[in-house]
């Protein structure tokens, strides 16, 4: 039997960049609800797993000390980010990632989960593993960005070479390019990290073309698909299933780890992707599949981007339904929708699969289309 463990929310409610901030810990917490409520979590071949935070020594792994202790100053006395050291950083007030109180302990506890899952995986106590505090995966090695202190992601992998793991996959299906995580791993033949995103042509953070293949020993360990705005849902899911899937394969690593944005959607407010509800069962089938054939079943799931409220939950219920094997009934719980209306104050969809059509231009669409699937076919032909 496939045993399939889920970490608690370590770190999300205390990850809190502000009221008006994008990245809201409620979105994350509505999604474990949602999958408790559909009963995911109650099954017999489930085991909830409770996170500890991650040690200096551990975030340290990816992180300069410097930065750490700095992320400490900022954490401990906020007001102090007002300063031009603390734009050097990345964690200036006013930024992407503000400093905020408690910010090394909530991003640790995130650390922490991600190295959770990532152990429990490795030790054989789960095949696989959803962390959906993680996902953090724009932090540098020594600078905070695109709402990321740590990159729990990064922290998780060099936790699992450290096991003893000789080869990891990370795969990023974020609409933002995996930035953080690929330019850690940059230079290292360990990791092979995938990214399939909207082009930094258009969004942030700006990264992510096809030319960014890795360097020196790592050289052609990073692969990138950066598609345009409005391309839609088929070559996203090309990406994935012609170009990252192969390469994972013949990468044949110990575990695969991957980075669960939903951001690409349509109804995302910060991207312009506009993939449909409809690509994400498939995704994750697709990418439980690769788990399978490339890992022997090893697999991290971890969150990741995603601002509307009203796709988040249905998404990574949808996902966390994949890896154990469920059937989820279409209508979304009841008791699980009053609660979301409780806290939120309006109604949420009422419907799992519900989606509305894109409202971009049937032209547009096909224009970015055609360019899309180019980009596609270029990446396959670089990876080949």
């Known amino acids: 039997m496939t045993m399939t463990a889920f970490v608690d929310r370590a770190g999300l409610e205390a990850y809190d960049l502000g009221d008006d901030h994008p990245l809201s810990p409620a979105n994350r917490e509505l999604a474990a609800e949602l999958i408790r409520a559909y009963g995911l979590l109650d099954r017999p071949d489930v085991e909830l797993l409770r996170a500890r935070p991650a040690t200096d020594e551990e975030i340290q792994r990816v992180h300069a000390p410097a930065y750490v202790r700095a992320v400490r100053q900022y954490g401990a006395d906020p007001d102090l980010a007002a300063t031009w050291e603390a734009a050097n950083w990345g964690l200036a007030r006013g930024g992407d990632t503000p400093a905020f109180r408690g910010m090394h302990e909530a991003a640790a506890a995130v650390c922490g989960a991600s190295i959770t899952a990532a152990m429990a995986v490795w030790d054989g106590r789960a095949d696989q593993v959803f962390s959906v505090a993680g996902g953090l995966h724009h932090a540098f090695a020594n600078r905070a960005g695109g709402f990321c202190v740590y990159n729990d992601a990064a922290v998780a992998i060099a936790a699992l070479l450290d096991a003893g793991a000789e080869r990891v996959a990370y795969v990023d299906v974020d609409v933002h390019h995996g930035d953080g995580t690929q330019f850690i791993f940059y230079e290292d033949p360990r990791v092979l990290t995938c990214s399939v995103h909207e082009s930094g042509r258009y969004l942030f953070p700006g990264t992510g073309g096809l030319a960014e293949r890795g360097s020196g020993a790592g050289s052609g360990t990073s692969i990138n698909v950066p598609l345009p705005a409005h391309s839609g849902t088929a070559p996203y899911l090309r990406a994935v299933e012609d170009v990252i899937a192969p390469a994972v394969r013949r990468f044949r690593p110990d575990v695969v780890v991957t980075q669960n944005g939903v951001d690409p959607h349509h109804a995302d407010p910060l991207a312009h992707l506009q993939v449909t509800m409809d690509a994400f069962p498939r995704l994750y089938r697709t990418m439980h599949d690769l788990a399978r054939d490339a890992a022997a079943g090893r697999w991290v ?53 519900a989606d509305p059509e894109p409202e971009v231009p049937v032209e547009e669409r096909m224009r970015a289309d055609a360019e899309a699937h180019r980009i596609v076919d270029q990446a396959a032909a670089l990876v080949t």
Do not use: K
Request: negative net charge; charged residues 25%.
């Open 301 to 353: 799931a971890l969150g990741g981007g995603g601002y509307n409220v009203d796709v988040l939950p249905r998404a990574w219920t949808m996902l966390f339904a994949e890896m154990v094997g469920a059937t989820l009934d279409d209508e979304i719980p009841e008791e699980w929708l009053v609660m979301a209306r409780t806290r939120l104050g309006r109604d949420l969809t009422s419907r799992l699969s």
